[in-house]
Structure formats: structure tokens, C-alpha cells
């Protein structure tokens, strides 16, 4: 991976996205960070962090940044077309890990599919 310099703050961001399974906005991120970790270093990371194929975003509800972690991703670009899921009652958003299919176009080509799936997570369900 093109992390080269594991600055504390760059190892605090990527242990609050491995110990939660939710994907996390800028926000949600910044309130599980140490108080003194700010803003624009969070935001400098996340890109970084995108640049590298650690973590990919895409938007959910209101247009609001999320970002998770990739797998099998690299510096040389992303490779994922899954689903994202946002519980409508609590907000929590997740990876969906199955992929979705993306429909092929006569002419032209696609990049990339936001899919967006929108419902009840299993707490809320109970
Ligand atoms: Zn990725
Ligand atoms: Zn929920
Ligand atoms: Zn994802």
C-alpha cells in the first residue's frame, strides 16, 4: 500500500474504520478521534487515504460523505461496484459485500455504480 509515513493520527483514523464494521462519515469519524486530531487533518487523511485504496466514499442520504475500508484495492485505482446499505431509523451505513450488476452500454462505458439500498438494520428491526 503507498502508505509510506504511519503518522499517529493516519494509525488512529484507520483503527477507527477497522474497529467498527459501519462506514463513517468526516463527522461520525471525528467524534471516535481524540479531541485534538482537527478537522482539516482529518479531512487531508480521508483523501490521502482514498488516493492510496485504503478506503473508498460514496455519498448516502442528504449527499453525505462516507467512507470504508477497501479490500483489494490499490494506489492504481479502485476495483469495487457493491452496494451500500443506510438504516432509515438510526443512519448507520455498511458495505454491502455482494456485487452488484451493472448494467453494460452499447456505447460509452462505466466507471462506477452507487447503489444506495435504504431500510431497517437488524437493531432496528427488534
Ligand atoms: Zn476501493
Ligand atoms: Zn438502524
Ligand atoms: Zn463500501
Known sequence: MGVHRKTRNLE?????FRDTQEALSAHLLMDRLPAY?????????????EDDG???SFLASENIKFYALCRGCSQSGHVHSHAHFQCTSCSQVVCIEQQVVVPTLNQGRVDEAQVLLKGQCATCMQ
Do not use: G, M, P, Q
Request: charged letters at 25%; a positive charge; aromatic letters at 4%.
Open 54 to 56: 485504503v478506503l473508498h
Open 37 to 49: 486530531v482537527n478537522r482539516s487533518t482529518v479531512y487531508r487523511l480521508l483523501d490521502r487515504l
Open 12 to 16: 488512529l483514523v484507520l483503527d477507527a
